[in-house]
């Protein structure tokens, strides 16, 4: 039986790299597990900031209402 070659080019970007067996799927996996670590303790580091700043708010407001009830 006869092989069938078509003529359809194509690009040397589709492929496959003698040696990479792989490679790049290794590389997206990882690169997307560090992506997705930054962005848990980024969301993390935010949370912990907003609390910090809305207990910053409320010791504010006790200390005024604590004046205004003391004067």
């Given at each position: 039986m006869k092989k069938v070659e078509?003529?359809?080019p194509v690009s040397?970007?589709?492929k496959p790299l003698k040696g990479?067996?792989?490679v790049t799927l290794v590389l997206v996996l990882?690169?997307?597990t560090i992506l997705g670590l930054s962005a848990?303790?980024?969301g993390s580091t935010w949370?912990?900031?907003t609390r910090r700043a809305r207990e910053a708010?409320?010791?504010w407001k006790?200390?005024?209402i604590r004046a205004a009830i003391g004067s």
């Open positions: 078509s003529n359809i040397p970007a589709l990479e067996s792989g990882v690169l997307m848990g303790i980024a949370s912990s900031l708010d409320l010791l006790g200390g005024q």
